[in-house]
């Protein structure tokens, strides 16, 4: 009972940091295509601020929760290396998308709306095989 109530609890938590990994960068092109109308760039801003933050939050309990079905109920295996390699390099993307959101509040400009769009769709697919690795285990 407690493994599984861990383990659902560590989904919807992750379910929530993954929203905020797909929607920072869509707030940057949003930010790019704005341009210079204050009131909206700083509602984006504000709007990117809290989400960056709430997705820390969001992490930092999936984590948790995923430290605590590998240490106390023994999950793992080779699939469990992949699928933390591929979480490092999602928790690397965040970041990096939230410096470019903080680079933005300080002036720094932003790259096209269009190199954006290409930069917004680059977690999909190392997520669509962290679910799979997740599911199939596949050694």
């Known amino acids: 009972m407690a493994y599984l109530l861990v383990k659902t609890l560590h989904i919807v938590f992750v379910v929530a940091w993954m929203a905020a990994v ?4 869509r707030i940057l092109v949003n930010l790019a295509e704005a341009g210079d109308v204050p009131p909206v760039r700083e509602r984006l801003l504000l709007m990117g601020r809290r989400l960056y933050r709430f ?9 948790v929760l995923g430290l605590a079905l590998w240490l106390h ?4 295996g ?21 410096r470019k959101l903080k680079g933005v509040a300080q002036g720094r400009p932003l790259a096209s709306p269009r190199a954006l769009r ?5 977690p999909l697919p190392l997520f669509v095989v962290v679910v799979w690795l997740v599911l199939a285990k596949p050694f």
């Open 22 to 25: 797909f929607y920072l960068p």
């Open 55 to 63: 997705g820390h939050v969001m992490f930092g309990i999936a984590f």
């Open 73 to 76: 109920f023994g999950i793992g």
């Open 78 to 98: 080779g699939w469990l290396h992949a699928k933390l390699a591929l979480v490092a390099l999602l928790l690397a993307f965040y970041i990096a998308t939230g």
């Open 118 to 122: 290409w930069f917004n769709e680059l």
